[in-house]
């Protein structure tokens, strides 16, 4: 079955650097796009960076375009954002998730960072 | 960058009872919108895709409808699992974007 599962999530500073990691299984990884889709406590959820399927075209929620870069190792199944200059309003549980084509059909059960002094 | 407003913001019903969440875009999204559903401490599940079709294993109680600017999403019948916070996403345009969301409440 699809799975996905977040890793490294932590508590950094402000202006501070993380790298995340989503790694997949359970369906061909190199033929479909992914997402990264964030929830600040309390709020909604935030459409962050997609990737295509052979990583040539990638796009950036505004509010992070700049700072985050979203990458993806096809030979190990696993998708990746680093985030650099971190700001305390990047404060939130991230998730990655699989395009489906028409939606986002999977998700992966999401890693909290904490942008604090 | 296309706004999805959804609405009512709180939905107070009782298990038995139909619910009807509405999601409105700021232009045409044709029919590239989807419907998800998020409980407390869960990851988001899709439930519905390009404005009507059911994702796997959905039950048959959840429909969608609309195209253009107006969407709705109906409860039929609401089960006691059925409360919970549920979210439109827009797929047109980048960036996407994510209504605000409708949380179905016990009344």
């Known amino acids: 079955q699809v799975q996905l599962a977040e890793s490294g999530g932590a508590v950094v500073q402000p202006g501070g650097s993380l790298r995340l990691s989503c790694a997949a299984s359970?369906?061909?990884?190199?033929?479909?796009?992914m997402h990264w889709v964030r929830q600040a406590p309390g709020k909604g959820l935030e459409w962050v960076a997609f990737?295509?399927?052979?990583?040539?075209?990638?796009y950036y929620a505004e509010s992070v375009k700049g700072r985050f870069t979203v990458s993806r190792d096809n030979s190990k199944n696993t998708l990746y954002l680093q985030m650099n200059s971190l700001r305390a309003e990047d404060t939130a549980v991230y998730y990655c998730g699989k395009d489906g084509g028409s939606g986002f059909d999977y998700w992966g059960q999401g890693t909290p960072v904490s942008v604090s002094s | 960058e296309i706004v999805l407003t959804q609405s009512p913001a709180t939905l107070s019903l009782s298990p038995g009872e139909r619910a009807t969440l509405s999601c409105r875009a700021s232009q045409s999204v044709s029919s590239y919108l989807a419907w998800y559903q998020q409980k407390p401490g869960q990851a988001p599940r899709l439930l519905i895709y390009?404005?009507?079709n059911r994702a796997t294993g959905i039950p048959a109680r959840f429909s969608g409808s609309g195209s253009g600017t107006d969407f709705t999403l109906t409860i039929s019948s609401l089960e006691p699992e059925d409360f919970a916070v549920y979210y439109c996403?827009?797929?047109?345009?980048?960036?996407?974007?994510f209504g605000g969301g409708t949380k179905v409440e016990i009344k």
């Open positions: 390009e404005a009507s």
């Open positions: 359970g369906f061909m990884f190199d033929s479909y796009g």
């Open positions: 996403q827009q797929r047109t345009n980048w960036p996407l974007t």
């Open positions: 990737i295509r399927y052979d990583g040539t075209n990638r």
